[in-house]
């Protein structure tokens, strides 16, 4: 699209929102059921029209919740400097028709400050995403990861004290074991800034918040679950099936290594093709309903580096048809 042409949401956005939304826990918020991920294919490096391109799509086909994260990119940071730039461009208008993440919890700048579960990082990395989204607030803001030597009542401090200050609506974590999120459940229950979801990986492959108990706590205490990586970065897709294509994240050799495809692996992704054919389903599909249908889940978070893909992915939620 030419930059000059002023985006235009398609009317028919939430002509599916009965298949499409889920209440995300105990709350008043209703998540699509495929969210869209900003950790890679937004970044600086990527093209810009592409980018673009993926979330007129989202937000035409009812996806409103965007996934970001401080050092999303690469580098760091463009992640959010991409989102602002639509923000600018194309969904100024749309801005309460979204739902906007960000997360501090990973290395983003240097000394000691810029990384873990401080207050100092998290209130600093905050105000930080929301000069490069360029947003006045955001929807919710995640401490992104569990720090053992930060005391989690500080990280948790900081959380309610970002809504009170009216930069987030709502917090999330991510990737904290089960006891330090029954810690958090309880204190921000009691300060009154519920925890609103939890976000951990949950995939075919990867199975760790179902084993150790994250989603069912979730479920037990009405507080939403979204599973990242549903695809196992494109593991549970026909992206690998028949080798490492030059285009795609493995080849890139970083956060998804050439050497995870070990022949095991993919005898097991070939085994899961089968079955998801059995079901008339494609491998992608077949891997986002798994995810979609484990009890208390609200919604996944899918990555994508075309239109089509993500065009294909949200086939996953389409009602089977009856006979
Ligand atoms: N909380 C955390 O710590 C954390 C960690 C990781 C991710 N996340 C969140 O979760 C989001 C999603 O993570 P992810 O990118 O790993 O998700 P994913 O959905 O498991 O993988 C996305 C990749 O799969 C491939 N793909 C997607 N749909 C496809 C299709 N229909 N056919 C063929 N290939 C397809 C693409 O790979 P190619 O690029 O090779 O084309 C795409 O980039 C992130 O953007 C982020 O928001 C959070």
């Known amino acids: 699209m030419d930059l000059k042409e002023r985006y235009v949401a398609a009317a028919e956005r939430y002509d599916q929102s009965e298949v499409m939304y889920r209440r995300c826990g105990r709350s008043g918020v209703l998540l699509p059921q495929i969210s869209l991920g900003f950790w890679k294919n937004f970044g600086a490096v990527d093209p810009y ?41 194309d969904f100024r208008p749309y801005r309460d028709e979204l739902f906007v993440s960000t997360k501090a919890g990973y290395d983003m700048w240097s000394g000691p400050y810029g990384n873990l579960g401080s207050r100092k990082y998290l209130m600093s990395s905050l105000d930080q995403s929301l000069r490069r989204m360029r947003l006045d607030y955001v929807d919710l803001f995640y401490s992104h990861r569990y720090d053992p030597d930060t005391p989690l009542e500080e990280t948790l401090q900081a959380l309610v004290d970002a809504v009170k200050q009216g930069k987030a609506l709502y917090v999330g974590i991510s990737r904290w074991p089960l006891d330090a999120l029954k810690v958090a459940e309880k204190y921000l229950r009691e300060r009154d800034v519920p925890l ?29 679950f979204i599973g990242f990586s ?21 080849a890139r050799d970083a956060s998804l290594k050439k050497s995870a495809l070990t022949p095991e692996l993919l005898k097991k992704l070939r085994e899961l093709n089968v079955q998801a054919a059995e079901q008339e389903k494609t491998l992608a599909e077949f891997a986002l309903r798994y995810v979609l249908d484990q ?10 580096s075309s239109v089509e893909q993500l065009a294909a992915d949200l086939k996953a939620i389409q009602p089977e048809p009856q006979d």
């Open 295 to 304: 009890p208390g889940v609200t919604s996944v978070i899918v990555g994508a």
């Open 196 to 224: 609103l979801i939890y976000q951990g990986r949950l995939n075919l492959l990867d199975r760790g918040p179902i084993e150790e108990g994250q989603l069912e706590f979730c479920r037990e205490h009405g507080i939403g």
């Open 49 to 89: 029209e592409r980018s673009r391109a993926i979330a007129h799509y989202a937000f035409d086909h009812g996806v409103t919740h965007f996934d970001l994260a401080n050092n999303y990119g690469p580098p760091y940071g463009t992640g959010e400097e991409t989102f602002g730039r639509l923000m600018d461009d």
């Open 230 to 250: 549903p695809l196992a970065q494109g593991l549970l897709t026909d992206r690998y099936l028949n080798g490492i294509p030059d285009d795609s994240r493995m």
